[in-house]
């Protein structure tokens, strides 16, 4: 069964660096056709895609926040590490990691598992 | 960029009639790479249709996906109460490397 929970503060001051810890259980992230994802959600909005990491330490993030984002694993740990620099109010809002499916030539890319979400406020 | 348009906005409906969702890409997606998920308030998302048109894990199967190119839908052939909810769309592939839809909200007429 796979399982994955998200941890971090809750409150975060601007400018401040938002460090998110995801923790997962049920599959290991040496295993090829893996990666996992961090999403997030500002409240009343859409989802919105910022960060994957793959089994074989490729990695992948979003285009307009790639200079903010960091996203690193520790597989003996089975997690996943997510920081984001210089937090500003508009980055509040529940951050999700996701366990990304691949299956397939070519390949179905989707995120099957998600985590609870942690709830990040942005504020002075 | 690849930009998901998801139609309409908000979907009243009653519960046993049917739901049509549309998602639309703004440039040709392969149905590989496109999923739709549904998001219930103060849940995360959960998975229903990937590769366009496969049911996950569980899914009861009055949930349908189809299309191809840039059209696709999402359809719930009669509601449920559990099925009011919001849902989105998703593409894998381009710059963004994922993209969400807008979503769909799906509301008790």
């Known amino acids: 069964q796979i399982t994955l929970k998200e941890s971090g503060p809750t409150l975060v001051k601007p400018t401040q660096t938002l460090t998110l810890t995801c923790t997962f259980s049920?599959?290991?992230?040496?295993?090829?056709?893996?990666?996992v994802g961090w999403i997030r959600q500002p409240p009343g909005k859409a989802l919105e895609w910022l960060a994957l990491?793959?089994?074989?330490?490729?990695?992948s993030y979003s285009p307009s926040l790639k200079s903010r984002l960091t996203i690193t694993k520790d597989t003996s740990k089975n997690q996943v590490v997510l920081t984001m620099t210089n937090m500003a109010p508009v980055d509040t809002g529940t951050y999700y990691c996701?366990?990304?499916?691949?299956?397939?030539?070519?390949?179905?890319?989707?995120?099957?598992?998600w985590g609870q979400g942690t709830v990040v406020t942005v504020s002075s | 960029e690849i930009v998901l348009t998801q139609s309409p906005g908000t979907l009243s409906l009653s519960p046993g009639e049917r739901a049509t969702l549309s998602c639309r890409a703004s440039q040709s997606v392969s149905s590989s790479y496109v999923a739709w998920y549904q998001q219930k308030p103060g849940q995360a998302p959960r998975l229903l249709i990937y590769?366009?048109?496969s049911r996950a894990t569980g899914i009861p199967d009055r949930f349908s996906g189809s299309g191809s190119g840039t059209d696709f839908t999402l359809t719930i052939s009669g509601l449920e109460p559990e099925d009011f909810a919001v849902y989105y769309c998703h593409q894998y592939g381009s710059s963004p490397l994922f993209t969400f839809g807008p979503g769909t909200k799906v509301d008790i007429k």
């Open positions: 590769g366009a048109s």
């Open positions: 996701a366990h990304l499916r691949i299956v397939g030539v070519p390949g179905a890319y989707y995120f099957d598992y």
């Open positions: 049920g599959f290991s992230l040496s295993t090829s056709g893996v990666g």
């Open positions: 990491i793959y089994w074989d330490d490729g990695n």
